[in-house]
């Protein structure tokens, strides 16, 4: 008999999205703008990262800019898709 595996349904809530980007980037401002609409009306933490502060993120994402993390995990580049962001945060 074939088992299906189901996944239980994200709490968006419960959920981190982090932007990283850096001052000055006009793709970061509409990737925000995305993201605080989503994580507003879900109730999903939001942090953002510069990535001139930060050498690693720098080294790791420097091309990529806006990067966006869900639970620190890589989930966008460059766009933000609304309908993809509330799906991967179980919405």
Not at 9 to 20: D, F, Q, R
Not at 25 to 47: M, N, P, Q, Y
């Amino acid at each position: 008999m074939v088992s299906l595996l189901r996944r239980e349904k994200k709490n968006p809530a419960e959920s981190t999205v982090t932007l990283i980007g850096k001052p000055g980037c006009h793709l970061c401002d509409e990737a925000r703008a995305v993201i605080l609409k989503v994580t507003g009306e879900l109730g999903t933490s939001f942090e953002e990262k510069d990535i001139l502060a930060d050498e690693e993120l720098y080294e790791k994402y420097w091309e990529q800019i806006p990067v966006t993390l869900v639970d620190g995990r890589q989930h966008d580049f460059w766009r933000v898709d609304e309908k993809r962001l509330r799906t991967a945060l179980g919405a």
